[in-house]
């Protein structure tokens, strides 16, 4: 199916804003009326409604890459996704891929060619559109962990780059080059640096002994479903926390970029891969 997009620049057009942020049950609540002000004064809200209702939408931002502090300030300009939200019963249907894109659309109509979000690296759904469908990549954490105890539910965020101009987003976008799965990066060589195992009630469970990162491919596998996991067992769905939280901190060290994400649900139990790959720190 197809959506139809609209920009969300009127109070009347953001009616169902509330319900649509209860149903995604956000962290972090935007209000109503923010949105319309930031649609009417060069940011970017995008909605997609279905028989009156709002079923998914992306708040965007004018922002500056601060990682090129050297280039003027018009060199820098970027669009920030602020949040992309869309309702749970609604998922699986398009909606975030063609706000995606329809974001895609404005930022190059701008002349800007990078949009940047921040993300859990163990939301198995957000990395699959990022890394997997849109092409982006990701080479650093976004900041330290807080001080005090750090929340291992919700996670420390890494930083997502999308450049819109690099060859492999014009692939993705155009479906130009076929979807590469986890038999095609094992024939390339890939490292599969912490494969996990099963405890005794089914449940996936974190390598005891992960390999040092070696080599320019490396699979570095994540909990599937981690909301899942969370109400199974929180101690288990921890573990998996620190574990990829270390070796993502040695990757990033190390220099290696997150560039897709595979998931196999036809094995005995669901597995998902964070696909590394050695190289610089933007592909824009």
Known sequence: MEWSIQSLDRPELLTEWQALQNACECSVEIDAGLQAQLARHGGWVLGVAEQGRLRGAAVAVLGGDSRSDRRVAQARLKVHLVALLVDPAWRRRGIATTLMLGLRRAAELDGLPLITWEMDPLDSRTAALSFHRLGASSSAWVGAWPEGEPDLRRGRPIEVDWWLRS??????????????????????????????GLDARGLPTPSLSPDALDGALILLEVVADL???????????SAWRLQVDALLEQAYAGGYLVTDFLTLEQEAFPRAYLVLAAGESTLG
Request: aromatic letters at 2%; zero cysteines; hydrophobic letters at 40%.
């Open 167 to 196: 060859r492999r987003v014009q692939a993705r976008a155009s479906a130009s080059r076929p979807d590469l799965a986890l038999a095609h990066y094992l024939e390339a060589g890939a490292q599969q640096v912490n494969p996990a």
């Open 227 to 237: 909301p899942g996991l969370l109400k199974k067992d929180p101690e288990l769905a």
